[in-house]
């Protein structure tokens, strides 16, 4: 658990003890309720925002968020070759329902081969800033998710994406790619990865109305 939230926890127990604010035996106040709400937060805030309409046949656009809630800068790495497709770590994909209510994307085939980890690949955030897994930066830029594709969005109606963000996998081979040797034997890379937290963040649901052109 990250420093900041065992002292919220920490803070959180001894106003329910003591009752602080609050004569009411056995009640909860409104300031252990928040400090609750905070120390269950994990070490990774995860929020997307869009143009809440498209037209039919295009891409939507949305940005994704991960926040660092720690009190120590962390290690982030964005969407990799076939990070969208869960085949390797960090999954980085999106969730989209379509009009119907049904899943509106459908798997697709791959390759086999993937881009090696690189030093490059694991971005330093500091404490309360935000990463875009997706995000162009300097001279590399992260791939993107098939799932916002703009074949996916070609019947009108209202769309609910989500997207999910997972480290938890804390051998370094998972993350890889193609030279897996390699990438377990470079001392940097090792230590840069010990500094990524293994979690998975889900974000809330995004509503997005797909139009008819000129709509």
Same mark, same amino acid.
């Given at each position: 658990?990250?420093?900041? @939230?065992?002292?919220? %926890? +920490?803070?959180?127990?001894?106003? /329910?003890?003591?009752?602080?604010?609050? !004569?009411?035996?056995? &009640?909860?106040?409104?300031?252990?309720?928040?400090?609750?709400?905070?120390?269950?937060?994990?070490?990774?805030?995860?929020?997307?925002?869009?143009?809440?309409?498209?037209?039919?046949?295009?891409?939507?656009?949305?940005?994704? @968020?991960?926040?660092? %809630? +720690?009190?120590?800068?962390?290690? /982030?790495?964005?969407?990799?070759?076939? !990070?969208?497709?869960? &085949?390797?770590?960090?999954?980085?994909?999106?969730?989209?329902?379509?009009?119907?209510?049904?899943?509106?994307?459908?798997?697709?085939?791959?390759?086999?081969?993937?881009?090696?980890?690189?030093?490059?690949?694991?971005?330093?955030?500091?404490?309360?800033?935000?990463?875009?897994?997706?995000?162009?930066?300097?001279?590399?830029?992260?791939?993107?998710?098939?799932?916002?594709?703009?074949?996916?969005?070609?019947?009108?109606?209202?769309?609910?994406?989500?997207?999910?963000?997972?480290?938890?996998?804390?051998?370094?081979?998972?993350?890889?790619?193609?030279?897996?040797?390699?990438?377990?034997?470079?001392?940097?890379?090792?230590?840069?990865?010990?500094?990524?937290?293994?979690?998975?963040?889900?974000?809330?649901?995004?509503?997005?109305?797909?139009?008819?052109?000129?709509?």
């Amino acid at each position: 658990m990250p420093i900041q @939230s065992m002292r919220l %926890l +920490t803070a959180t127990l001894a106003l /329910l003890a003591t009752g602080c604010g609050d !004569s009411t035996p056995g &009640r909860v106040t409104v300031a252990a309720v928040v400090a609750i709400d905070a120390a269950k937060r994990g070490p990774v805030g995860c929020a997307i925002k869009g143009d809440p309409t498209c037209e039919v046949g295009k891409a939507p656009r949305i940005t994704v @968020s991960l926040t660092n %809630l +720690t009190d120590a800068d962390i290690y /982030l790495v964005g969407s990799l070759d076939a !990070s969208d497709c869960k &085949r390797r770590y960090p999954h980085c994909f999106f969730e989209v329902t379509g009009p119907d209510g049904k899943p509106a994307v459908q798997k697709i085939a791959r390759c086999a081969f993937m881009n090696m980890l690189r030093a490059k690949d694991f971005i330093k955030v500091a404490p309360g800033e935000a990463f875009d897994p997706f995000q162009s930066i300097d001279d590399h830029g992260f791939f993107s998710a098939y799932q916002l594709d703009e074949r996916h969005f070609r019947a009108p109606g209202v769309y609910r994406i989500r997207f999910v963000y997972s480290t938890k996998e804390a051998d370094i081979n998972a993350w890889a790619g193609d030279g897996a040797e390699k990438v377990a034997a470079d001392d940097e890379l090792v230590g840069k990865f010990k500094q990524v937290p293994k979690v998975e963040v889900r974000s809330d649901e995004f509503t997005l109305t797909v139009v008819a052109p000129g709509k």
